[in-house]
């Protein structure tokens, strides 16, 4: 098994892409979804799929944003592509969204705010809460390595959350 590289090797272009899953992620939020958005950009910088959460328009308990872009994405794109693409998340994924990134073959996730804090956002409520298990945790499971950077731009990230979680 491998473990997740930890460069933390995070660039302005990963911030300029980042700033553009947290848009999704108020694209989200504005249509009564859950405010996460993602965003897969190839290793040449072509932007391969954008998605934000979708579960209460589709009723899709899996229509996550990460897992959205990784289907829009996975449609179009070799696994060699993906390969090397890169995975832009408001939030840190969860172990499901983690899934789907290890299945696509996706070697570089960049995430904003962490699962810890989101935890305070989402409140004690059984409906909100998540599997308490870092996406790290998942990653390191992989035969292959996957490189994990976040939680970053966390005051960007959470602004979404602020006001629309309920305790």
Known sequence: MSTTMATNAFTGQDGLYLQQAIAWSCTARKRGNRPFGALIVSGQGDVLAEAYCNTTETGDCTGHAETNAVREASLRTSREVLARA??????????????????????????????????????????????????????????????????????EASEPHRGFWKS
């Open 86 to 155: 890169t995975l832009y998340s408001s939030a840190e994924p969860c172990v499901m969204c983690a899934g789907a990134i290890f299945w696509s073959g996706i070697q570089r996730v960049v995430f904003g705010i962490d699962a810890v804090s989101l935890r305070v956002f989402r409140g004690e409520r059984s409906e909100q809460r998540d599997a308490e298990l870092s996406c790290r945790d998942v990653f390191a499971a992989s035969p292959h390595p996957i490189e994990c950077i976040g939680p970053v731009m966390v005051h």
